[in-house]
């Protein structure tokens, strides 16, 4: 049995509590200033619902048996858009591609 097979018995709201309560112990170990404002994913599923479905709208993601996937090829193809923002000298580069995201991303 692994380290956190025990949590089972905690509610998720109590684990979610324990994580955050640990998180800041961590930025505090780290000199990390504490966030003026906390935010959980699940207060903006409306709105990451409506991004999803615009993105795939614009035929930059596709659905795959119940998940969404980028299209990074259509994406980096488009006349306006960019995708080598944090490293501008990987793009175009294949290699560096499949290195970082994986053979997966690669058709």
Same mark, same amino acid.
């Given at each position: ?5 025990? @949590? ?6 109590? &684990? #979610?509590?324990?994580?955050?309560? $640990?998180?800041? !112990?961590? +930025?505090?170990? @780290? ?6 404002? &906390? #935010?959980?994913?699940?207060?903006? $599923?409306?709105? !990451?619902? +409506? ?8 035929g930059l993601a596709y659905e795959s048996k119940g998940s969404v996937y ?38």
């Amino acid at each position: 049995m692994g380290p956190c097979a025990n @949590f089972k018995m905690f509610s998720k709201a109590l &684990l #979610t509590l324990w994580i955050l309560f $640990v998180f800041c !112990i961590h +930025e505090f170990i @780290f000199q990390v200033l504490p966030p003026d404002v &906390l #935010t959980r994913v699940s207060e903006y $599923v409306p709105e !990451i619902v +409506e991004y999803v479905e615009e993105i795939i709208k614009k035929g930059l993601a596709y659905e795959s048996k119940g998940s969404v996937y980028f299209d990074v090829s259509k994406f980096d193809s488009a006349s306006n858009h960019f995708y080598a923002k944090l490293v501008p000298e990987a793009y175009g580069d294949a290699k560096s591609l499949e290195d970082g995201e994986g053979k997966v991303l690669l058709k």
